[in-house]
DNA sequence: TTGTGGGATGACCGCGTGGTCATTTTGTTA
DNA sequence: TAACAAAATGACCACGCGGTCATCCCACAA
């Protein structure tokens, strides 16, 4: 039992800093010019090592991306399932958001990167997960708005391009607050987004 | 001078089939699993040819680009910098835009990957005035809400991030409708990104 | 018809990659 | 300490890429 379980620690500790490494490697160089001795040599291993954790360069990769998102996701999931107004929601999981991706370094390039996979279509059969999770994402944050809808919260429209027109105007700012070196306070950000998806920005003459 | 411009055109004629094939085949199988010899294919000619009109790959890819992106935003300007109110600007280049992606086809790979360069920092050096072109779009939008505020249109507020809300959100939707197969009327979504942007979706309790 | 010049060709090359595996190192047990 | 199993290594291979260039082709002038 002991020694089982200690393998297995071993084994899986191995494998978090393989994972760790990848990003970090694919965070400086974009997951195109990232090679796999690049990922060995920033782990501080072997390239054959790799190849006992991971069958392929695609696993590994894939592999990274699903724990990542998914640990981002858990936490966002949270936020909006979460008891309060929308409005509260909704700041809450874009603090959230912002918080993972400044810690995260430039975890965002490999987001970004998977939404869009490429390769041929024989390839593209693996990244379709991928691709389904930010899909997962936006369809949540959809029945979010519908929700809202029904309860006469919100002005009734079309709630999947609601949620792609927030979310992604959301992850441009998220984007551009990882490339500054100061970027303002969260709450700076959250409280523009927030405002102006809720109110708007035209002025209101009575 | 007949002769001249005799050889000017097939030259031209030359470079723009070359730059057609290429948007085709990246739009099919995305930019890094594009090889030059696919491109030569699709354009019906040996592969030694695209060196006679191109220095190498990354300046077929970049010049590609580049004439497809300056025809966009040529149209963009041009709506945005047109006599009338905000709202009616940003109409009328919300509906440019979703009608040039409509007509080619699948750029908007072409047009989302160069944004977040990938390779070596050598290699970006290149890949930075494309990079330029997307935050030029970006500042030229900014300013126009800048401008707006100024006149008492919008609320006052960080207009570059505005900028990069709208414009993010507005391609989010632009995407999806390129990835369906019947997409919705384009002025509905036009509706929709205008009326989310100008009066939120917030409803009033009064 | 023949000669000529420049555009077009595709076999070829060097390189860097992902992936393999015989060998070495490490850790454990008797 | 010796014997053994498992994990790690890195030299090595095959492959596919971007890019080159000796050769070919053909429009056109003489």
Redesign the pocket.
Request: hydrophobic letters at 30%.
């Given at each position: 039992m002991t020694?089982r379980s200690k393998?297995e620690v071993?084994?899986e500790y191995?494998i978090q800093s393989l994972q760790d490494a990848t990003m970090r490697v694919i965070a400086r160089k974009g997951i195109g010019a990232?090679?796999?001795?690049?990922i060995?040599d920033e782990a501080?291993?072997?390239?054959?090592?790799i190849?006992?954790?991971f069958r392929?360069?695609?696993e590994l990769v894939e592999k990274t991306f699903e724990s990542a998102i998914s640990r981002l996701h858990g936490r966002i999931d949270e936020a909006l399932e979460a008891e309060g107004s929308l409005e509260q929601r909704l700041r809450e999981s874009l603090l959230r958001a912002i918080e993972f991706f400044r810690e995260s370094g430039q975890f965002f390039r490999l987001y970004i990167a998977q939404r869009f996979p490429e390769g041929t279509p024989q390839q593209q059969r693996k990244q379709q997960r991928q691709c389904d999770q930010y899909r997962t994402r936006i369809v949540k944050l959809a029945a979010l708005f519908e929700e809202a809808m029904q309860k006469g919260e919100i002005r009734r429209t079309d709630a999947y391009r609601l949620a792609l027109f927030f979310a992604e105007g959301t992850n441009a700012i998220i984007v551009e607050r990882v490339m500054e070196e100061n970027p303002p306070p969260a709450e700076d950000d959250v409280d523009l987004i927030v405002a102006t998806f809720l109110d708007g920005i035209r002025i209101q003459r009575s």
């Open positions: 020694a393998e071993v084994q191995r990232t090679t796999v001795q690049d060995a501080g291993v072997a390239k054959g090592t190849y006992l954790y392929d360069r695609d």
